[in-house]
């Protein structure tokens, strides 16, 4: 379920469930025990006990991303061969790109030992996570939300440089996915990507008129109903309005929390 819901599809949830608003409310994690597909090696990693509809209102909403992506715990690492991937990727990796991936993973190193795979720095997970994905024939739209994840975890440590160049790397895959007319994200939330990355690099005329330019296109997809059209429609639209009107106050995203 993870896969497609936090990509992209955050934006387009009901009205009703977005509206929650509890004082900080609880996500839960368990440990769990996981064999390495690379390596065999025991490790025990996170895995979400629960978690709400109102993770969809948190700040890194105008990043386009959502909890668990904004969380450590979702990059899993192996103590022996430092595979490092997605926890819902974990148990899925194709077998015949395991030896390529093996290969990729030899040269990698992590500066000191560890017992919890949660002591190495999400960036540099992150940066195995990058090589191994390499290997994974991905699309343009989940690169484009590894980038934007990879800013927010830059942000997160304060290395604001690294933040802006990977959110830059974003905002060429969407411009690059708006131009080829990419229909595996709808348009609508393309061009809202593309604002918000704009605003997030500094560029804040242009990422204002992105998002004015996402208010004028209507929600649609291919596996999308009426009602999911109608519904992204309106979400969409006053999350917008949000947006536009943070950029243009005193308290923009991109300066306050994420
Ligand atoms: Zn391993």
């Known amino acids: ?48 006990g629960s978690y709400g509809s109102y993770i969809y209102s948190w700040p890194s909403k105008y990043q386009l991303i959502y909890w668990p992506v904004t969380v450590g715990n979702t990059f899993y690492l192996c103590k022996k061969c430092h595979l490092s991937v997605f926890m819902w990727d974990h148990d899925d990796l194709p077998k015949y790109k395991i030896p390529a991936m093996k290969k990729t993973l030899s040269g990698v190193t992590v500066e000191k030992k560890f017992e919890e795979y949660t002591e190495v720095p999400v960036f540099k997970r992150l940066e195995i996570v990058e090589k191994v994905y390499g290997h994974l024939d991905k699309d343009d739209a989940f690169w484009n939300f590894f980038y934007r994840i990879k800013g ?32 595996s994200v709808a348009a609508k939330e393309l061009w ?47 999350f917008l309005v949000d947006y536009i009107n943070r950029i243009n106050g005193a308290n923009p995203p991109r300066d306050s929390d994420q």
Request: glycine share 4%.
């Open 1 to 48: 379920m993870f896969r497609r819901e936090f990509i992209a599809l955050g934006l387009a949830l009901p009205l009703a469930a977005r509206s929650i608003s509890a004082s900080t409310p609880a996500t839960t994690w368990f440990p769990k025990e996981f064999d390495c597909p690379v390596c065999e090696t025991k490790n025990t990693y996170m895995v979400v």
């Open 192 to 238: 809202a990507i593309s604002g918000a990355m704009k605003h997030f690099t500094m560029q804040d005329k242009a990422a204002l008129e992105d998002l004015n330019k996402a208010m004028t296109v209507k929600y649609d997809g291919p596996d999308l109903t009426e009602e999911e059209k109608s519904i992204g429609e309106t979400n969409i639209n006053s």
């Open 152 to 183: 927010y975890h830059f942000q997160d440590v304060e290395d604001m440089e690294s933040a802006s160049a990977a959110r830059k790397k974003a905002l060429e895959i969407v411009t690059k996915m708006i131009a080829a007319k990419d229909d």
